[in-house]
C-alpha cells in the first residue's frame, strides 16, 4: 500500500481508545482499504475490555474525513455495484455505531458524504468553528445514501437540515449543527485536546452497563422498521448521471446531468 492510501490508526491512552483516519493530504478521504480498517480497529475496541471510550478524529487538523476517494468508482459498472458498495457502507458504520462503549467524534474542519455518516454513527460530537457538514452529492456525484444511513442523518439533523444537504446540496455551519442538536458543542481549536479529556474522562467514570443498554436502546429504536431501499440504490447508481457525475468530479469539471 502507498503512503497516499492513508490508514486507520488505533492508540490506546489509559481506557480510552483514540481512532485516527491518516491520510491529510487528501482530507483523509477514505479508501476501500481504509473502510476496512476501520471495522478491523472496531473490531479491536470491542475485544479489549479495558477500553471505556472510544474517539474518532481525522489526521491534519483540516478535516475530520472528507468522504469517499470519488476515483474508486469509476469502476462501477451497474446499479448493483452500488447495492453492493451501500451494503458494505452499512457494515463499516455498523461496527461504529454497534460499539459498546460511549463514542465521541472529534471533528476539525470537513466532515463530508462517507466522514458525515461515521460522525452520526457516533453518539456524541464535537467540532471547531470553522467546521462544514453535508452530503453534496446532488450537485456534485450523482449517487444516493442507502435508507439507512438517511435514517441516521436525519435523526442526527431533522428532516428539513437532512433535505438542505441531500437535495440542495448545502454544507452546514458548525453553528447550524450544534442548533439541530447534532454537535454538542463548538470548541475553539486551542481548547479542543483539553475538552476532549474532559469529556472523555467524564464518559469513562459513568456507568458502563448503563451507557451500554442505554446506546442500545437507542440503535433498536433508529433501525426498526427501516423499508428495503436496494432499488433506489440500484436506480441511482445504474444511471448515466452517475457516471457523469465519477468522470466530472475525478477531471474537476461540472457535471452536465441527463436525467438518465
Known amino acids: 500500500m502507498s503512503t497516499n492510501d492513508g490508514t486507520v490508526r488505533l492508540l490506546r491512552e489509559g481506557a480510552v481508545a483514540h481512532v485516527i483516519f491518516d491520510r491529510p493530504a487528501?482530507?483523509?478521504a477514505m479508501t476501500w482499504a481504509m473502510y476496512e480498517e476501520l471495522s478491523a480497529v472496531c473490531g479491536r475496541i470491542a475485544a479489549d475490555a479495558a477500553v471505556r471510550v472510544a474517539v474518532?478524529?481525522?489526521?491534519?487538523?483540516?478535516?475530520?474525513v472528507a468522504g469517499t476517494d470519488i476515483a474508486q468508482f469509476r469502476d462501477f459498472k451497474s446499479g448493483e455495484d452500488g447495492t453492493k458498495y451501500e451494503r458494505v457502507m452499512e457494515r463499516h458504520l455498523a461496527a461504529v455505531e454497534e460499539l459498546k462503549v460511549p463514542t465521541l467524534a472529534v471533528?476539525?474542519?470537513?466532515?463530508v458524504g462517507g466522514g458525515l455518516a461515521i460522525a452520526t454513527a457516533c453518539d456524541l460530537r464535537i467540532a471547531t468553528?470553522?467546521?462544514?457538514?453535508?452530503?453534496?452529492i446532488a450537485r456534485t456525484l450523482g449517487n444516493c445514501l442507502s435508507v439507512g444511513n438517511i435514517a441516521l442523518i436525519a435523526a442526527a439533523f431533522g428532516l428539513a437540515?437532512?433535505?438542505?444537504?441531500?437535495?440542495?446540496?448545502?454544507?452546514?455551519?458548525?453553528?447550524?449543527?450544534?442548533?439541530?442538536?447534532?454537535l454538542s458543542?463548538?470548541?475553539?481549536?486551542?481548547?479542543?485536546?483539553?475538552?476532549?479529556?474532559?469529556?472523555?474522562?467524564?464518559?469513562?467514570a459513568n456507568a458502563p452497563i448503563t451507557m451500554r443498554v442505554t446506546?442500545?436502546?437507542?440503535?433498536?429504536?433508529?433501525?426498526?422498521?427501516?423499508?428495503?431501499?436496494?432499488?433506489?440504490?440500484?436506480?441511482?447508481?445504474?444511471?448515466?448521471?452517475?457516471?457523469?457525475?465519477?468522470?466530472?468530479?475525478?477531471?474537476?469539471?461540472?457535471?452536465?446531468?441527463t436525467g438518465s
Do not use: Q
Open 107 to 111: 471533528i476539525e474542519g470537513w466532515a
Open 26 to 28: 487528501a482530507r483523509n
Open 185 to 204: 458543542e463548538i470548541v475553539p481549536a486551542e481548547s479542543l485536546d483539553t475538552r476532549l479529556a474532559e469529556i472523555s474522562a467524564r464518559l469513562a
Open 129 to 136: 468553528p470553522g467546521s462544514r457538514f453535508g452530503v453534496p
Open 56 to 64: 474518532f478524529r481525522g489526521a491534519g487538523g483540516k478535516a475530520f
Open 215 to 257: 446506546k442500545e436502546a437507542i440503535r433498536r429504536l433508529l433501525h426498526a422498521g427501516l423499508p428495503e431501499g436496494d432499488d433506489l440504490i440500484r436506480e441511482c447508481y445504474g444511471s448515466r448521471d452517475f457516471r457523469i457525475g465519477v468522470e466530472a468530479f475525478v477531471e474537476k469539471r461540472e457535471p452536465r446531468w
Open 161 to 182: 437540515r437532512t433535505k438542505r444537504m441531500l437535495l440542495l446540496a448545502e454544507m452546514l455551519t458548525a453553528e447550524e449543527a450544534l442548533t439541530a442538536g447534532f
